[in-house]
């Protein structure tokens, strides 16, 4: 997912730090050392990921845009100039203008928050924002949380012990339940130094940015991955104690089969998978990766050219038009599939399922299924004209009728006006009237359409004064009876608008 980093320009940040009788260091030199470490890292293990830079004191700055070029991140680094006063809220709403304009509301964003806990003084400071957020307006809210989900790390260029002579601490900490609680705040532990600071960044960077390795199984065959972005533990709320669940480093492929038989599933989250070297000291995704990344060091150019299965799986889903079940762990299961990018590029892509035996309907339980030659007769047919699927269900529907449906005004439309076609041709049509006038009237009342059934007395007191001379005079008494319970079941009186009750024709004796 995209990361911002916000770094702090404020005068506070330049106060300084002794080393050891050494020159004399910024808070804001610890701070630069600390991202270039992390930067340099996702250069190496996150290069996927696109990451923005932006300074800010009373006002904010996009440094950097949204970018995979680390260098042009650094250098961003290195020339940072100090400004006024500390304004946590107006970088927050900096932020959400630059992940918005850029990736809209539905895509995640993780958000890395440098400062040195100074809050700011006076209007604009995060004291001010926190207490006054019960007493703004509309056009003035406070930006957390933010219109995206949103993970916030906020990492302090000082000791708790520091921060917690002072409500610094208290007022971080009520930011980061603002923004939803997923998070985290980071202090160096001991003297502010080069060790310290590197200490931090390192405890961020196995918490959020350490990459996802994992062994991809099909029988004796076999690949080192990595996944990318890293799945998300997933916590089931059926369970009577929801436990989060992670996807196991082991991920075996259960089976293959048609596109066309899975179709557009639901699924909650969609990653990259990418051949990685192995046998080296620091694993680097594989060269045959992407087409976007730089030339790769030599040794991970020899482990491209290495027959290897993820490229062959890769390769035999594209040509053949299939998608391999995967088992993410125990009653958790996903797909592998290739995407394409353009007519000359695509990618090897994982897909993850909800939890669950049965995560599709159509599939039935992922453990029913079997090889295909395993079946008594080919499920698909000698000419592939007929699919197993959808799996139909072992009990016989209880309802006879289809359930009334008004997505669409079509719909609703549609079913108004059967019951005035009806309504003309009494009474040679009074069950099938008096039929529809109750599915309609049932429909009305389980959704709360209440003003439906008003507007169709009415239509039905409006027939009734067109009916020509020559209409049947028992039409007439069935449409003003039937418009009268509608008006009656419309007030919503429970003597009236009972769901069970249904409107019988009126007895005249015009009936027979």
């Known amino acids: 997912m995209p990361t911002v980093v916000l770094m702090d320009v404020s005068l506070s940040m330049t106060r300084p730090v002794s080393l050891d009788g050494s020159e004399e260091f910024q808070r804001k030199n610890l701070a630069v050392h600390g991202l270039n470490m992390l930067f340099e890292h996702m250069a190496s293990n996150y290069r996927l990921e696109f990451t923005a830079l932006m300074a800010f004191s009373s006002l904010w700055e996009l440094l950097v845009p949204f970018t995979r070029d680390y260098n042009a991140l650094q250098e961003a680094l290195s020339s940072l100039e100090d400004y006024d006063k500390t304004c946590i809220e107006a970088a927050l709403n900096g ?49 957390l949380p933010f219109p995206f989900p949103t993970k916030l790390y906020i990492l302090c260029i000082a000791n708790s012990e520091e921060l917690q002579m002072t409500d610094a601490m208290d007022n971080l900490e009520h930011l980061l339940c603002l923004s939803g609680g997923d998070g985290q705040i980071f202090t160096m532990e001991g003297p502010l130094c080069m060790k310290s600071v590197q200490t931090m960044f390192g405890r961020l960077i196995d918490h959020a940015y350490s990459p996802f390795h994992a062994v991809l199984h099909c029988g004796n065959l076999s690949s080192d991955v990595q996944v990318f972005p890293r799945p998300e533990p997933m916590v089931v709320d059926e369970e009577v104690e929801p436990m989060p669940r992670a996807v196991s480093t082991d991920l075996e492929i259960v089976g293959f089969i048609e596109i066309a038989d899975i179709s557009s599933p639901p699924v909650i989250s969609r990653h990259l998978v ?239």
């Open 274 to 512: 990418l051949p990685i070297a192995v046998n080296k000291d620091v694993d680097e995704v594989g060269a045959a990766a992407t087409d976007e990344l730089e030339d790769e060091p030599s040794a991970t150019q020899m482990a491209g050219k290495s027959p290897n299965f993820c490229v062959l799986l890769h390769g035999s889903l594209k040509v053949e038009g299939m998608v391999a079940l995967v088992q993410l762990g125990p009653e958790w299961y996903g797909m592998l599939y290739s995407q394409a990018d353009s007519k000359k590029k695509s990618n090897l892509m994982m897909s993850l399922f909800e939890p669950g035996s049965e995560p599709l309907p159509w599939l039935g339980k992922i453990t029913y299924l079997g090889p295909v030659s395993e079946a008594a007769e080919n499920p698909y047919g000698e000419d592939d004209s007929k699919s197993p699927f959808p799996v139909q269900p072992p009990a016989k529907r209880s309802y006879a009728q289809n359930v009334t449906v008004w997505i669409k005004a079509s719909g609703l439309q549609a079913d108004v006006q059967k019951i005035l076609r009806n309504a003309r041709k009494l009474p040679d049509k009074t069950q099938t009237f008096y039929k529809e006038l109750n599915r309609m009237r049932k429909a009305a009342l389980a959704f709360g359409f209440l003003e439906l059934l008003k507007g169709v007395a009415d239509l039905l007191e409006r027939e009734c004064t067109l009916l020509p001379d020559s209409a049947h005079p028992d039409a007439a008494f069935q449409l003003s009876h039937a418009a009268q319970q509608l008006k009656l079941a419309s007030t919503g009186d429970s003597q009236y608008a009972d769901f069970d009750h249904n409107i019988a024709p009126m007895h005249t004796d015009f009936s027979s």
């Open 95 to 143: 932020v959400n203008n630059v992940v918005q304009q850029e990736w809209g509301s539905g895509c995640p964003c993780q958000v890395v928050l440098v400062t040195d806990g100074s809050l700011g003084i006076g209007k604009g400071s995060l004291r001010h924002s926190l207490q006054t957020l019960k007493h703004r307006g509309e056009d003035k809210k406070f930006p």
